[in-house]
């Protein structure tokens, strides 16, 4: 199976399989929207490749008690709370389980915008080819609350792509996204980080020169 590098490394792989299926097409540029802060490294090799807009799509992932790295749902932007079902089933939880965890997750949301945004408004995605990246979709529920959240706001096409996925997360976003390219999905998936050699935590700082420095190429 394939063990990337790097963000960087995989953001390069990755771009070559989104060049082949964004369409060719008179009219706005694609549109790239990284979920950070991880897939901000991965879109802006992507957002370069096909000559798309970048810009960012914030989402939150709503944890299971004890299990911090266990996502079951997400909020993105100032969309509902999505939550994965069958994960809520077999720890015997329900949605209202999660009103503080929503909470929290909005200020927290909030707090990002302010620091990735600053003043600028959000994308408009309304009739535009969007492309949400990330470095890997392990449960899925993050992607598809951003998903979700853009759908509302009338994308002509939406895809997913992330350099490694875990099978069946592939499979649940089906619904949710137009296309989903995954360039790995190994059948032995427990976490993005596997398959990558460097897979170092990234800061908002990091976040802050990606963006910047693609702004200014």
């Known amino acids: 199976m394939t063990i990337f590098a790097n963000r960087d490394e995989a953001g390069r792989q990755l771009a070559e399989a989104v060049a082949a299926q964004v369409r060719k097409h008179p009219g706005p540029a694609p549109l790239v929207l990284a979920l950070p802060r991880g897939g901000v490294p991965v879109a802006v090799r992507v957002a370069a490749r096909v000559g798309a807009e970048l810009d960012i799509v914030i989402a939150r992932k709503l944890t299971a008690p004890g299990r911090p790295e266990f996502g079951v749902g997400a909020i993105a932007e100032d969309g509902p709370p999505v939550f994965d079902e ?34 600028r408004p959000p994308p408009d995605p309304t009739g535009r080819e969007v492309v949400v990246v990330d470095d890997g979709l392990a449960t899925g529920v993050t992607a598809r609350a951003a998903l979700r959240w853009l759908r509302g706001h009338h994308p002509a096409r939406l895809v997913f792509a992330a350099p490694v996925c875990a099978p069946e997360a592939h499979d649940r976003l089906g619904g949710a996204a137009d296309t989903v ?11 993005v980080g596997q398959w990558y050699e460097d897979f170092g935590q990234l800061s908002d700082a990091d976040v802050d020169q990606a963006l910047r420095g693609f702004a200014h190429t």
């Not at 390219?181 to 998936?189: H, Q």
């Open 86 to 119: 069958d994960s809520l089933a077999d720890l015997g939880l329900a949605p209202e389980d999660f009103a503080e965890s929503v909470t929290a997750g909005r200020a927290e949301l909030t707090r990002r915008t302010r620091e990735y945004r600053g003043d």
């Open 181 to 191: 390219i995954c360039l790995s999905e190994p059948p032995d998936f427990h976490a």
